[in-house]
């Protein structure tokens, strides 16, 4: 079954500071997507950065970088130098194409930024 | 201005009580999808549609109905909605449903069902 697991329902970090959130996925699918989105305190779905599966770099998007172990099976999102704007609840989500077009989602981690 | 608009953002109403959200995108994407937020859940997806008239199950389709008539809208249809539909919905397009395709959010719409 595909699923995905972000184990840190909360974490902190100190403003300017860098900060990984955990995600693993399960899929025997060899073809997939990993996304990564963030939802603020206000609500909206903000798209930040995307892997694919057959990808050989790492993918980053400014301050937004995934670390991608494919066969540890994770896709952990690392911000470098957090900013008070950062505290939100991030999702760790798959897309595959077995079974059907579906899109799975993990449980999130809520980040909190301290100044 | 490429948007997700749900309608309504907010809805209170009663047990069995029909009710539709509609869901409409203007980035001519083939790809839609409604996704119900719980808490310690993250989103769950309910339906998806790769097309006009191309609709299938997600996960948690039971209580739900969609269409997709046009290519902009999808709507969202609760027959007989119960508490347990309570819930944060976001509907959600894409250009296509490769799995390379980041998803477009619309701003969620609270529905609370008593």
């Known amino acids: 079954a595909q699923k995905i697991t972000q184990t840190q329902p909360g974490m902190f970090v100190q403003e300017k500071e860098a900060v990984t959130l955990d995600c693993t996925y399960d899929?025997?699918?060899?073809?997939?997507?990993l996304f990564w989105y963030k939802q603020p305190s206000s609500g909206e779905m903000i798209f930040l950065i995307y892997?694919?599966?057959?990808?050989?770099q790492n993918a980053t998007e400014g301050r937004y970088s995934l670390n991608f172990q494919k066969a540890r099976k994770s896709a952990n999102l690392v911000i470098s130098a957090s900013q008070l704007g950062d505290s939100a609840m991030y999702f760790c989500?798959?897309?595959?194409?077995?079974?059907?077009?579906?899109?799975?989602f993990g449980a999130g981690t809520r980040l909190f930024v301290k100044a | 201005e490429a948007q997700v608009t749900q309608n309504p953002r907010y809805l209170i109403t009663v047990t069995g009580k029909k009710l539709t959200v509609t869901c409409s995108q203007n980035?001519?994407?083939?790809?839609m999808s409604w996704y119900r937020q719980d808490p310690g859940l993250g989103l769950r997806q309910i339906y998806y549609?790769?097309?006009?008239?191309?609709?299938d199950k997600g996960d948690v389709p039971e209580g739900y109905k969609v269409s997709r008539k046009e290519k902009r809208n999808f709507p969202l249809i609760l027959e007989s909605p119960s508490p347990n539909q309570t819930s944060l919905y976001f509907c959600?397009?894409?250009f296509g449903s490769g799995n390379h395709y980041e998803q477009y959010f619309g701003p969620g719409t609270r529905l609370t069902v008593t």
């Open positions: 959600a397009s894409s």
């Open positions: 989500a798959m897309r595959v194409n077995t079974g059907g077009f579906k899109t799975i």
């Open positions: 980035m001519n994407h083939e790809y």
């Open positions: 549609s790769m097309n006009v008239e191309v609709t």
């Open positions: 899929t025997s699918d060899p073809s997939y997507g």
């Open positions: 892997q694919g599966s057959y990808d050989q």
